[in-house]
């Protein structure tokens, strides 16, 4: 049997409707497993020989680990293109990404609830590894998550590009520890700059407003 292939506009509904890989299912426990250690450590109050015993243990994970080749992830973005991405590469693609990625340790996960050429809205919740001010999400982790849900209902929409321009207004501080909610959507189009606008909400209160500017490569623009 020939292994089923994807070009660019399958790989949304493929990556929500395939079964997730084997090595997925793994690298998703790891990630989630260093995440839940990422936001359990920090400000522990435990004693000395706690943080000693930690620390060794991790050491050890860390040297278990050693350095391991990489795979080429230009290499999966060329098949995509050819319509000639496996599932594989579409896992490659997409669950590394640094903000929602199953896969990658540092990610926030959004549970996404809308995704569509009119919008995409998600919800998550950041825990103390993301504090700046006591009690609030920090302005530098709010901008990176934004640049992402933006960057998404640019896809959602089946168009592409990078960011150009991204402007944060930060109405009210964003609660840590608790569900909040992202939306964005395109408002306009000129010529290869795509205009985006996105915002944070903590229950009916909007914490803040995002818009930018993303410009479609010069290649497919
Ligand atoms: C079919 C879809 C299926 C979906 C597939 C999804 C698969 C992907 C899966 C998973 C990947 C996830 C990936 C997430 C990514 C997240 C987002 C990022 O992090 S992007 C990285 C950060 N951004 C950069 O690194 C950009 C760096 N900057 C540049 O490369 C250039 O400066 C660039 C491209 C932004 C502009 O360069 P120029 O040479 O193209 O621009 P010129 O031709 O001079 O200008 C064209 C027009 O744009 C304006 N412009 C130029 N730069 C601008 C800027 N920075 N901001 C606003 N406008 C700008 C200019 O004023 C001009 O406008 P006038 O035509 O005159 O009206």
Request: aromatic share 8%; proline share 5%; glycine share 10%.
């Amino acid at each position: 049997m020939t292994e089923k292939t994807f070009g660019p506009f399958e790989l949304q509904k493929a990556y929500s409707t395939e079964p997730v890989p084997d090595d997925f299912v793994l690298r998703r426990r790891i990630s989630t497993a260093m995440r839940t250690l990422s936001e359990r450590v920090i400000r522990a109050e435990v004693d000395q020989a706690t943080l000693q015993h930690w620390a060794e243990q991790l050491e050890a994970v860390v040297a278990t680990v050693g350095e391991p080749e990489r795979r080429d992830s230009k290499q999966a973005n060329r098949k995509l293109f050819t319509g000639a991405a496996t599932i594989e590469d579409l896992y490659h693609m997409m669950d590394f990404d640094p903000v929602s990625g199953g896969a990658n340790p540092i990610a926030p996960q959004v549970t996404w609830v809308q995704e569509g050429q009119e919008g995409v809205e998600g919800t998550l919740r950041l825990g103390q590894q993301y504090q700046g001010p006591p009690g609030r999400v920090h302005g530098g982790v709010i901008a990176w998550i934004l640049d992402a849900v933006l960057s998404r209902a640019l896809h959602a929409a089946f168009r592409l590009g990078v960011t150009g321009t991204l402007n944060i207004r930060y109405l009210a501080g964003t609660p840590i520890e608790d569900t909040i909610t992202c939306r964005a959507r395109i408002t306009g189009q000129e010529g290869r700059k795509i205009f985006i606008e996105g915002s944070i909400w903590h229950g009916d209160q909007q914490t803040v407003h995002a818009e930018g500017v993303w410009l479609t490569p010069k290649s497919l623009g």
